[in-house]
């Protein structure tokens, strides 16, 4: 299982901080999760759509529960 290791909330420049750290330890495995759906023929494009409109349904989720 993959260990994330987010100890610390961002410093002063959070968005920067966040979207490094949050790249650091996420795009390994998004990779490795594209790689092995393409070696399986669906297409990467569609599984890239995938993880975005993923992200953004999660997103949209928080903002309804904070409401």
Same mark, same amino acid.
């Given at each position: ?6 100890? +610390?909330?961002?410093? %002063? /420049?959070?968005? !920067? ?6 790249? +650091? ?5 998004? +990779? $490795?999760?594209?790689? @092995? &759906?393409? @070696? &399986?023929?669906?297409? $990467? $494009? %569609?599984?890239?759509?995938?993880? !975005? /409109? ?5 997103? $949209?989720? +928080?903002? %309804?529960?904070?409401?």
């Amino acid at each position: 299982m993959t260990k994330f290791n987010f100890d +610390r909330p961002p410093g %002063d /420049d959070a968005a !920067v901080d966040m979207l490094a750290e949050c790249q +650091r330890q996420l795009l390994p495995l998004i +990779r $490795e999760i594209v790689q @092995a &759906a393409v @070696a &399986a023929g669906w297409s $990467e $494009e %569609d599984v890239l759509l995938g993880f !975005v /409109d993923l992200a953004w349904d999660l997103y $949209e989720k +928080r903002r %309804d529960d904070l409401q």
